[in-house]
């Protein structure tokens, strides 16, 4: 089970009229890290597939990845492709991993080989895309005061700081393994910053 990518000639406005499913993000805000694809106007009388279950995907769906998205192509909670690569794409389930990097060139190959999943398709096929796009505006502050020794007036002194701090996901299949809760549809920063958050301060109150 695999990814192709699609013909752009044969895309036109045609998605929801020959093709069996058409697959697209759920909406993502300048704060959204994770999201599930959704099947594109479900309701459409012209789609071909209005009973498809949303965790089936069939073979023949078109998949579509705008820019800034990594997308990837889940089979039984296992992910068996993605693509760091703009544009339209269709799942083949004869086909094997097609492992469109894009930007990120050879650094995800050694997530892969750890996540990787081989086999025939399930029963259970989901799409997600992760927002490569920095993540900006996250606010912080010091719970307490941070101890702070100042040579200039030879002094011990302590500081309370707030401000923000901004992340960008540079390993996108290491961060949806271990860092998105599972069967969420949608996943803001906010959702997981706790984490983050404390690293960050540790970070900062030692630095």
Known sequence: MGLIRAATGAIGGTLGDAWLEAIESGPMTDKTVCVKGRMLRPDDRRSSNRKGSSDVISNGSRVIVQPNQFMMLIDGGKIVDYTAEEGYYVVDNSSAPSLFN???????????????????????????????????????????????????????????????????????????????????AEVDIADINEQYLSEFLMAFQTS
């Open 102 to 184: 894009g930007e990120f060139g050879e650094s995800l190959r050694d997530s892969w080989n750890r996540f990787k999943f081989g086999g025939t398709p399930s029963h259970m096929q989901q799409i997600y895309y992760i927002n490569l796009q920095e993540i900006k505006g996250i606010k912080f502050g010091t719970p307490n005061a941070v101890q702070y020794y100042d040579e200039f007036y030879q002094a011990e002194l302590f500081l309370r700081a707030f401000g923000n701090y901004s992340i960008k996901i540079v390993d996108p299949l290491l961060f949806f393994t271990e860092a998105v809760p599972r069967g969420a």
